[in-house]
């Protein structure tokens, strides 16, 4: 599996980024997709996940700002980031968990400006 991550960006504080991740390869219906980010100085943390059937979860910090959403048929997952804030600058992983394995794709920067 490889996943190609895109729609990182610099935006002002309280706007808004959407971000994709394709999938390549099989997909199952145990699969479950996410998107993690890790600020500079700091670990890797969820932001949110999402299973094949649409069961969502998310960091308790972000609930009503971000959300997650998958297209099966895409094999794509996305990010609607609204009301962004300076804090919320980071590097953004999407993730693919597949029983206990893990993939991760490469990236993408997302700089929120005050």
């Known amino acids: 599996v490889q996943l190609q991550a895109s729609g990182g960006g610099l935006v002002q504080a309280g706007g808004s980024l959407r971000l994709s991740c394709a999938a390549s390869g099989a997909i199952f219906s145990f699969d479950v997709m996410g998107w993690y980010r890790q600020a500079p100085g700091k670990q890797r943390e969820l932001v949110a996940s999402?299973?094949?059937?649409?069961?969502?979860n998310y960091a308790d910090s972000l609930k009503g700002r971000f959300t997650i959403s998958r297209d099966n048929t895409k094999n794509t997952v996305y990010l609607q980031m609204n009301s962004l804030q300076p804090e919320d600058t980071a590097v953004y992983y999407c993730?693919?968990?597949?029983?206990?394995?893990?993939?991760w794709g490469q990236g993408t920067q997302v700089t929120v400006s005050s």
């Open positions: 993730n693919l968990k597949r029983r206990s394995q893990l993939y």
């Open positions: 999402i299973t094949f059937g649409g069961t969502t």
